[in-house]
């Protein structure tokens, strides 16, 4: 059985990871969505969608690399004409992953199950969380898997993010 599970990862963090790990028990093969794929960068969008596959691979092991693929998902003005966008890039999964009470509704007028996330505290694990405490100097290390955190820092993230 496979199943999708769609997020923007900026950035990938502990929260992310659980959720993966949440979403592997549950099916054979998940496909991964990068959505917004299409957006420039900007304050809320500060990594492309490379950058964040970059993050996720660096963050999980083999065993997970094994049982999932990484497909860019673009956002797209119409919420109907996106599911079938969606539809052309993933390959066909029988359930969806998701906490958006968009996402539970359209995909409720299909067939695809739709099953709740458990969040991982959810107040600390947001990306616009981490994103702000890098920025203003406070501790996020801990808040994200080792290989995110070396992306972060080999990249300037700090500097990244403010000059956004």
Known sequence: MNGLL????QPF???????LRFALSKVDKLWVGLGSSNKPIEKNNPFTAEERKEM??????????????IFFIPDVDNHVKWIEKIDTIVP???IIFSNDELTKHLYS????????IPFLNRD?????NIRDL????QKWEDLVPEGTKNFLINT?????????
């Open 6 to 9: 769609i997020g923007r990862f």
């Open 13 to 19: 963090h502990l929260g992310h990871l659980e959720a």
């Open 56 to 69: 996720i691979l660096s963050s999980i092991d083999d065993s997970m690399k094994e049982n999932i693929s």
């Open 92 to 94: 066909k999964f029988d």
């Open 109 to 116: 007028k299909r067939t695809t199950q739709v099953v709740s």
């Open 124 to 128: 600390k694990l947001s990306g616009t």
């Open 134 to 137: 890098i920025v203003s100097d």
């Open 156 to 164: 300037s993230a700090k500097e990244h993010l403010k000059n956004l």
